[in-house]
C-alpha cells in the first residue's frame, strides 16, 4: 500500500522560506516521478511543480518558477519541495503526489488525473 506524508509546512513571513516534505512508502521510490499542488481557499487545486523518478527532469508552474526548488533523494524515499522568496499568494495547503505506473527514466507529470496517490498535505501560510 502506497503511502505519501507530507511534513515541514508552518508560517512564514513573506519573502521567507519554507522546505516541505515527503516521505512515501510502499514501492520503489525511485522508479516513480512526484509531483507537487496546492490548494487555496476556494481555490482549485494546482500544480506546483514536478520530478522524474531518476530526479534528471523537473518542471515548474510558471507562478513558482526561480522561487521554488523540487528534488529528491530516492535513497531517503523523499521528494522535497523548497520554496523561497515566498508571497502571500503562496499560502495554500501543499500535496505531494504520485502516479499509479512506473515512469519513464525523465518523465514528469503535470495534469491532477496523472496522479493517483496523494498525501494529507501540509498547511503553508505567508504573511504580509
Known amino acids: 500500500q502506497v503511502q505519501l506524508v507530507e511534513s515541514g509546512g508552518g508560517l512564514v513571513q513573506a519573502g521567507g522560506s519554507l522546505r516541505v516534505s515527503c516521505v512515501a512508502s510502499?514501492?520503489?521510490?525511485?522508479?516513480?516521478?512526484m509531483g507537487w499542488f496546492r490548494q487555496a481557499p476556494g481555490r482549485e487545486r494546482e500544480f506546483v511543480a514536478a520530478i522524474s523518478g531518476s530526479g534528471t527532469s523537473t518542471y515548474y508552474a510558471d507562478s513558482v518558477k526561480g522561487r521554488f526548488t523540487i528534488s529528491r533523494d530516492n535513497a531517503k524515499n523523499t521528494a522535497y519541495l523548497q520554496m523561497n522568496s515566498l508571497k502571500p499568494e503562496d499560502r495554500a495547503v501543499y500535496y505531494c503526489?504520485?502516479?499509479?505506473?512506473?515512469?519513464?527514466?525523465?518523465?514528469?507529470?503535470?495534469?491532477?488525473?496523472?496522479?493517483?496517490?496523494w498525501g494529507q498535505g501540509t498547511q503553508v501560510t505567508v504573511s504580509s
Open positions: 503526489t504520485a502516479p499509479l505506473f512506473r515512469s519513464t527514466y525523465n518523465q514528469v507529470f503535470i495534469r491532477p488525473d496523472e496522479y493517483h496517490y
Open positions: 510502499g514501492r520503489t521510490f525511485s522508479n516513480y516521478a
